[in-house]
């Protein structure tokens, strides 16, 4: 898969353009097949009609799903991302339009809406996460799906292997820092029309799953 390069916009902050998901490092496919299994069960339990992927990068979650027959978009706020993406879409033969540029920022429930909204990796990156989260909150019909590094022990993790040791481990562009807890108290705060119902820690990141409390359009 073609991966972009990184730089700082629009109130994201990114820097990491390391390819996990084409990794051959066996401890790194390890922990991507933890992720993996997280996301994928959420996924089947959310049953969505559509997704909305807010921050899909290259395209590696789009393509996956669109193969599996489910209505999706991917939207991501850097144009040079999304041509990434569409170049990836038309070599595996899957229609590159379904990848936009958009801003979290700026998602409007008329324009943006799905029965699934997944955001994984992309609120440690904004500068405003809370405003972030509104605006996902806003477009997410019945579910929500949020991940995040989990802190310190992702820092910790990074230090072990030589990485990032003189900004103490932590990756560049990662300007928030949560730990499993301090992620679900933060979403139950930001994003109050939904709950969460389950959480998973696949090492080493936060996996939410909410759904929209019955009553609340």
């Known amino acids: 898969m073609r991966i972009s390069g990184g730089r700082s916009e629009q109130g994201v902050v990114f820097g990491n353009t390391y390819d996990k998901y084409g990794s051959r490092n066996p401890m790194v496919r390890a922990l991507m097949r933890g992720f993996t299994r997280g996301l994928e069960a959420f996924l089947d339990r959310a ?98 799906i949020l991940s995040v590094p989990r802190e310190p022990l992702w820092r910790v993790l990074n230090v072990l292997r030589g990485a990032y040791v003189a900004d103490l481990g932590n990756t560049p562009g990662h300007v928030q820092h949560w730990s499993r807890r301090g992620f679900a108290r933060f979403v139950a705060g930001a994003a109050p029309a939904f709950e969460v119902v389950d959480h998973r820690a696949p090492l080493p990141w936060t996996l939410l799953l909410c759904r929209r409390r019955t009553g609340r359009a």
């Open 47 to 144: 049953a969505p009609a559509s997704i909305h992927e807010v921050g899909c990068g290259e395209g590696h979650w789009g393509l996956r799903w669109a193969r599996r027959g489910i209505p999706y978009r991917g939207t991501d706020f850097s144009a040079g991302v999304i041509d990434y993406a569409r170049a990836n879409a038309r070599d595996a033969g899957v229609d590159p339009d379904m990848f936009s540029v958009r801003n979290v920022y700026d998602l409007s429930p008329e324009a943006d809406g799905a029965d699934l909204v997944v955001c994984c990796e992309v609120l440690e990156h904004l500068e405003d996460p809370r405003t972030a989260l509104a605006r996902l909150e806003a477009a997410a019909g019945r579910h929500l």
